[in-house]
């Protein structure tokens, strides 16, 4: 707030929002304001500093993946902030992240910065380099669902989906036994949907002490391409043992 320039447009910000000075929100904006980008505080306009505070303030009670993007007004270039939450933010999840930005904007990352503190979310910047003239190849709001869709934890939605279509006793139950059984191989190659099918197939199984099989297609695949899983209680069964 040394800074006159910078100073007016914090005075103004915390006006328009009507928050009492000595306020825990006013106190709250002003150590947002406080923390943001030198550059951002600068170089964006009042608006756009005023709808990005309030959006940070936000996440302080529902902590999830948010973007805020600063286009430069010549179009050489876009600053974003992205925020997540601390205990999902990792060098992959950023590479991941930058992958997105790149794309969404048809641009290239020319550099990142990165903000972990002991607040519950970290922050990271990237600068992305565009063509001037040329419109985004996505929309902010569809890079910003690629980003959130990138943070999700795929243990959390496997419960999540286990209880929706479970009720609440059975899923909980069901995830109990079945929440670690799924190693990353799996998880990288599946999604909660097949998760929570396979969970059915397997109970199955345990109950019976059979052979459960599930056919099935993958989208896009060849009219000549079938799959199927197999559900054994005891060891692996080879493939050779089972077909004719």
């Known amino acids: 707030r040394g800074i006159p320039l910078v100073r007016r447009k914090v005075d103004n910000i915390v006006d328009r929002t009507g928050f009492p000075p000595q306020s825990h929100n006013a106190k709250a904006l002003l150590n947002i304001l406080e923390n943001l980008p030198r550059n951002e505080l600068l170089q964006i306009g009042e608006d756009a500093l005023l709808a990005t505070s309030l959006g940070v303030l936000r996440l302080q009670e529902r902590q999830r993946i ?104 059975r899923g909980l139950i069901l995830h109990r036994s079945h929440g670690e059984a799924f190693p990353p191989a799996y998880r990288e190659q599946f999604d909660v949907v097949d998760a929570v099918a396979d969970v059915a197939q397997v109970e199955v199984a345990l109950e019976t002490d059979s052979i459960g099989m599930h056919l099935y297609r993958v989208p896009d695949s060849r009219d000549d391409e079938i799959r199927f899983k197999l559900y054994h209680r005891h060891s692996p069964l080879p493939l050779s043992d089972v077909l004719p």
């Open 66 to 169: 948010k973007l805020f993007a600063h286009p430069d007004p010549y179009g050489h270039y876009v600053s974003c902030l992205v925020y997540a939450p601390r205990d999902r933010y990792g060098t992959e999840l950023r590479e991941i992240m930058q992958e997105i930005i790149e794309d969404g904007f048809g641009g290239v990352v020319t550099a990142y910065y990165t903000q972990l503190t002991d607040h519950p979310l970290a922050r990271v910047q990237f600068i992305v380099k565009t063509e001037p003239g040329v419109a985004a190849p996505r929309s902010i709001e569809e890079i910003e669902n690629r980003l959130v869709q990138a943070g999700r934890d795929w243990g959390d939605d496997f419960r999540h989906h286990l209880v929706q279509h479970h009720g609440e006793e």
